[in-house]
């Protein structure tokens, strides 16, 4: 290793996180770096402190959201009838490099079907649709990449379902 | 965090922002020209954001796709006026030589009226001399060349500023709302990156419709008029359609002139009914066919909302205040509405 050339490529420690999480993400593994680098100056990056909610359960989505840094807690909220109170219960806690509200990239005004909590200072890579719209025209390649991947995802959510759902009618016919 | 600090932290940022945004209002609005080169500054963006989004798509990089569409039009819109100015100041010229023939025709008509309305009611009485009409016309000439060094000033501030702001706009707007949208709290973020794509579609959309409308409303009306042989028909076909932009009041008053003109060179009866069905036409054709079809999609608004939109807009601004009315109620429906529904979301998820 050349002291000289590690400092002039030096990346920031952040800077680098972000791009391997954009990197190691399904949505996006069909890129090339070019294409990264595109996906990365179109992202949006976010800091929430612990506790902070990134939405609420009920709330229109505008997309996912990627975890660069940090934990996210998923929690179901009920509103319990005899109190009235909305009780909370975790879904799913999230880590590096897990993705979130991938949903709402191809819903028009879907809801949010959960409450998205940061658990400690995490970094979040938020992709909108308003970003898949304008990958999708300034560089429809890209923009077909992304679609392919976001199928994958979607295609692999509806097997875990439908698996979920075969569970349930075999226990429910016993 | 506990949650109490995360809000102060939210509220600060929220501040922080509506500061900065009020900021650049105040700026814009202060600095002499800034406004109206902005105005044209977002308008040539909007008009040529797809030519360089689309050289963009075939693989240029964006200075290069910037570049190529401005030189362009640049060059369209100097050729334009070189072959348009000739035309127009040879109008103006004889429009000008024309004023004292005028101001006679317009005192007989006066005098003709006069005699009309006392034959109704004898008490009534306009006092209208050929004095009179010249001290009125002399004072606007002297008005205008008194003038005319500040509007020549500020003409140039403003042609050479507006295509700098295209430019800027054209090759790093994006990167200006990104650094905006950073500044916006994580609770709102998510509406404000919404509204701000809305918005953007929502002004692209009106302004490349209303500039298609005025060029079709220009030749339609210059097609009316040619057809009749009336004079000055290019003036009149362009003053048409540019008033046309102030719903309501802007088609009224563009034809006040050409109907004035028909009098003055003591037109019949013919040429008064060939103008109306010119003007009529133009405005049914306008009414039925391209606000529907290119103006009505984007903007959904009530007629009332679109005449107080007016009334605010005169008041605020002046002309320049009625053209931008509608796109600017249109904007703030838009954000109310998102406020609103956001809101709503909030109480509903926290309760």
Same mark, same amino acid.
């Given at each position: 290793?050349?002291?000289?050339?590690?400092?002039?490529?030096?990346?920031?420690?952040?800077?680098?996180?972000?791009?391997?999480?954009?990197?190691?993400?399904i949505?996006?593994?069909?890129?090339?770096?070019?294409?990264?680098?595109?996906?990365?100056?179109?992202?949006?990056?976010?800091?929430?402190?612990?506790?902070?909610?990134?939405?609420?359960?009920?709330?229109?989505?505008?997309?996912?959201?990627?975890?660069?840094?940090?934990?996210?807690?998923?929690?179901?909220?009920?509103?319990?009838?005899?109190t009235?109170?909305?009780?909370?219960?975790?879904?799913?806690?999230?880590?590096?490099?897990?993705?979130?509200?991938e949903?709402?990239?191809?819903?028009?005004?879907?809801?949010?079907s959960?409450?998205?909590?940061?658990?400690?200072?995490?970094?979040?890579?938020?992709?909108?649709?308003?970003?898949?719209?304008?990958?999708?025209?300034? *560089?429809?390649?890209?923009?077909?990449?992304?679609?392919?991947?976001?199928?994958?995802?979607?295609?692999?959510?509806?097997?875990?379902?439908?698996?979920?759902?075969?569970?349930?009618?075999?226990?429910?016919?016993? | 965090?506990?949650?109490?600090?995360?809000?102060?932290?939210?509220?600060?940022?929220?501040l922080?922002?509506?500061?900065?945004?009020?900021?650049?209002?105040?700026?814009?609005? *202060?600095?002499?020209?800034?406004?109206?080169?902005?105005?044209f500054?977002l308008?040539?963006?909007? $008009?040529? #954001?797809?030519?360089?989004?689309?050289?963009?798509?075939?693989?240029?990089?964006?200075?290069?796709?910037t570049?190529?569409?401005?030189?362009?039009?640049?060059?369209?819109? +100097?050729?334009?006026?070189?072959?348009?100015?000739?035309?127009?100041t040879t109008?103006?010229?004889?429009?000008?030589?024309?004023?004292?023939?005028?101001?006679?025709?317009?005192? !007989?008509?006066?005098?003709?009226?006069? #005699?009309?309305?006392?034959?109704?009611?004898?008490?009534?009485?306009?006092?209208?001399?050929?004095?009179?009409?010249?001290?009125?016309?002399? !004072?606007?000439?002297?008005?205008?060349?008194?003038k005319?060094?500040?509007?020549?000033?500020?003409?140039?501030?403003?042609?050479?500023?507006?295509?700098?702001?295209?430019?800027?706009?054209?090759?790093?707007?994006?990167?200006?709302?990104?650094?905006?949208?950073? /500044?916006?709290?994580?609770?709102?973020?998510?509406?404000?990156?919404?509204?701000?794509?809305?918005?953007?579609?929502?002004?692209?959309?009106?302004?490349r419709?209303?500039?298609?409308?005025?060029?079709?409303?220009?030749?339609?009306?210059?097609?009316?008029?040619?057809?009749?042989?009336?004079?000055?028909?290019?003036?009149?076909?362009?003053?048409?359609?540019?008033?046309?932009?102030?719903?309501?009041?802007?088609?009224?008053?563009?034809?006040v002139?050409?109907?004035?003109?028909?009098?003055?060179?003591?037109g019949?009866?013919?040429?008064? $009914?060939?103008?109306?069905?010119?003007?009529?036409?133009?405005?049914?054709?306008?009414?039925?066919?391209?606000?529907?079809?290119?103006?009505?999609?984007?903007?959904?608004?009530?007629?009332?909302?679109?005449?107080?939109? +007016?009334?605010?807009?005169?008041?605020?601004?002046?002309?320049? !205040? /009625?053209?931008?009315?509608?796109?600017?109620?249109?904007?703030?429906?838009?954000i109310?509405?998102?406020?609103?529904?956001?809101?709503?979301?909030?109480?509903?998820? *926290?309760?």
């Amino acid at each position: 290793m050349n002291p000289i050339w590690d400092n002039i490529f030096k990346q920031n420690p952040r800077e680098k996180t972000i791009d391997q999480a954009i990197k190691k993400n399904i949505m996006f593994d069909e890129l090339s770096n070019a294409g990264l680098k595109f996906v990365r100056s179109i992202v949006h990056i976010r800091t929430y402190a612990a506790g902070e909610k990134v939405f609420l359960q009920g709330e229109v989505g505008a997309g996912m959201y990627i975890i660069a840094k940090g934990k996210v807690d998923i929690l179901s909220e009920k509103l319990d009838p005899a109190t009235g109170e909305s009780q909370s219960q975790l879904v799913a806690q999230l880590t590096e490099n897990d993705f979130f509200g991938e949903i709402a990239l191809v819903i028009d005004d879907g809801r949010r079907s959960a409450t998205a909590v940061a658990v400690e200072e995490t970094d979040l890579i938020g992709f909108f649709k308003s970003d898949l719209y304008e990958i999708i025209d300034r *560089s429809p390649a890209i923009g077909v990449k992304i679609l392919w991947g976001v199928t994958r995802v979607l295609g692999r959510r509806l097997t875990e379902t439908t698996a979920i759902i075969q569970k349930i009618h075999k226990e429910n016919a016993r | 965090m506990s949650n109490q600090r995360i809000r102060i932290l939210q509220r600060r940022q929220l501040l922080f922002l509506l500061v900065s945004i009020a900021i650049l209002i105040f700026v814009v609005l *202060s600095v002499p020209n800034l406004f109206l080169s902005m105005v044209f500054g977002l308008t040539g963006y909007y $008009l040529l #954001a797809p030519a360089a989004d689309y050289l963009e798509r075939r693989g240029l990089n964006r200075a290069i796709a910037t570049l190529i569409p401005f030189t362009l039009v640049a060059f369209l819109i +100097i050729f334009g006026l070189v072959v348009l100015i000739p035309k127009l100041t040879t109008q103006i010229a004889a429009f000008q030589k024309q004023l004292p023939e005028m101001s006679l025709a317009i005192e !007989g008509l006066f005098h003709k009226f006069q #005699a009309k309305l006392q034959s109704i009611a004898p008490a009534a009485v306009l006092d209208v001399s050929t004095d009179h009409i010249k001290n009125l016309l002399s !004072g606007w000439g002297q008005g205008i060349f008194e003038k005319l060094p500040e509007h020549l000033s500020n003409s140039l501030t403003v042609l050479f500023l507006s295509p700098l702001l295209v430019l800027y706009f054209l090759m790093d707007g994006r990167k200006f709302i990104r650094n905006l949208l950073r /500044m916006v709290p994580n609770s709102f973020f998510e509406l404000a990156l919404d509204l701000q794509h809305q918005l953007g579609f929502q002004f692209g959309g009106f302004i490349r419709a209303r500039l298609l409308e005025t060029v079709i409303l220009t030749i339609a009306l210059w097609i009316g008029f040619f057809a009749i042989d009336f004079p000055y028909a290019l003036l009149l076909a362009i003053l048409g359609a540019v008033l046309n932009l102030i719903p309501y009041l802007g088609p009224l008053i563009s034809a006040v002139p050409a109907f004035i003109l028909a009098l003055v060179q003591g037109g019949d009866s013919t040429v008064l $009914l060939q103008l109306t069905f010119i003007y009529v036409g133009s405005q049914v054709f306008d009414a039925v066919v391209l606000v529907p079809f290119l103006v009505g999609r984007i903007v959904n608004l009530h007629p009332l909302i679109v005449i107080l939109s +007016i009334m605010v807009g005169a008041q605020a601004m002046g002309i320049l !205040g /009625m053209v931008i009315s509608i796109p600017l109620a249109s904007a703030i429906k838009v954000i109310s509405q998102a406020l609103y529904t956001h809101l709503t979301e909030i109480r509903q998820g *926290s309760g």
